[in-house]
């Protein structure tokens, strides 16, 4: 089947993109003290080298004392900003382009960490629960609020600063902003909860705000989202298009461009009586561009890699065809990615018996 839906032009706002293929932010933990190093500056040109249309940062923090929960994820302030501008014009030197991805884990747990929440400090949590039921923080006051989401404005100004082409907000895995999407995490009294998805989107939203403020209003503004958590696979934010709808409209009134709809496989429907995924669905309700993301170019899924399981190259054809009917609009490849620079380059050209399988090792090193 061809490909070439996959090599058609696409623009958003200031972004032109050559091609519909996003590389997926994948935390990789090379960034010693949050500062990344000429090593991660090299990773992403090797992308770029190979002709990926946008590149999505590994999630890069922002400027709150717990905003990670490991101390080789990179920061996305002080210290860390002229070495993210050296990234910026590696990627650029090779044609490409780059967005940061930025983030805050929120309550979300270091893998093999125990009952060490943080040694970053307090601990931000919209009503003090690592999961539904477990009530063992303290929930976040007004003032954590605020600070929080001006963090995310700063962070945002310096993107611009910066020279990156675009940006994008982490929404989604259980994460902070997700926190508070989860009806299991948020059950606040005040307005940055409710009984509703509508209710609980608002500190998103605000985040979106100050993000768009940050960035201006040319730069393309991307927000992940996802159903499933790191802490719960089966658990959805949207029981209905109906409430699907309520979550997407405050975030796409604040200034969303791109939704970046994460599964853990692309191709399976979002709900029931439609085959369209999760950015099918965001596409119709909002009218917005959406990436789907999701196990993209092999036959393996991405959690089931943490356990050490490789993957080998899979079809992409039903993915083209989705791509062709409209269906979403951009294409997110990760592990395909990590293990591969030159996977793009390989799909575009037909050379389909050069494609590699992706193993766990890929992981260890920045390649």
Not at 107 to 125: E, H, M, Q, Y
Request: glycine residues 10%.
């Amino acid at each position: 089947m061809s490909v070439n839906a996959l090599f058609q032009p696409f623009q958003v706002k200031s972004l032109k993109m050559p091609n519909r293929i996003v590389m997926a932010p994948m935390t990789r933990s090379f960034s010693p003290g949050g500062i990344p190093t000429g090593d991660v500056a090299s990773y992403y040109r090797r992308r770029a080298e190979g002709d990926v249309g946008l590149i999505v940062t590994e999630g890069t923090v922002v400027d709150r004392p717990a905003a990670r929960n490991d101390a080789s994820v990179p920061v996305f302030h002080g210290e860390a900003l002229p070495e993210w501008k050296k990234v910026v014009e590696e990627v650029h030197a090779a044609g490409g382009l780059i967005a940061p991805q930025i983030w805050h884990v929120g309550s979300a747990r270091g893998r093999g960490r125990g009952d060490d929440w943080s040694p970053f400090g307090k601990v931000d949590s919209p009503s003090g629960m690592t999961a539904p039921g477990k009530r063992d923080l303290e929930p976040m006051s007004d003032e954590d609020i605020a600070d929080t989401i001006a963090a995310f404005g700063r962070s945002a100004r310096a993107t611009r600063e910066l020279g990156f082409d675009a940006i994008e907000i982490h929404g989604a895995h259980g994460y902070l902003i997700d926190q508070f999407f989860w009806a299991g995490l948020n059950d606040r009294d005040d307005r940055w909860g409710g009984s509703t998805i509508r209710d609980r989107a608002r500190f998103g939203a605000e985040v979106v705000k100050a993000v768009r403020e940050g960035v201006g209003p040319d730069m393309a503004l991307i927000m992940r989202l996802s159903q499933w958590k790191l802490q719960d696979y089966a658990v959805q934010n949207a029981l209905t298009p109906d409430e699907l709808a309520d979550w997407l409209a405050p975030l796409a009134e604040a200034g969303v461009d791109v939704f970046h709809c994460s599964q853990r496989r692309f191709w399976e429907p979002e709900f029931e009586g439609s085959e369209l995924n999760f950015a099918g669905w965001t596409r119709k309700l909002t009218g917005l561009p959406t990436i789907t993301v999701g196990s993209v170019g092999l036959d393996g899924e991405f959690i089931a890699a943490f356990g050490g399981a490789g993957s080998k190259p899979a079809s992409l054809d039903g993915l083209v065809k989705r791509l062709e009917a409209g269906e979403f609009d951009l294409v997110a490849v990760g592990r395909a990615l990590l293990a591969d620079p030159q996977w793009v380059q390989k799909i575009r050209d037909g050379r389909l018996d050069e494609l590699k399988d992706f193993d766990r090792s890929a992981m260890a090193t920045l390649s």
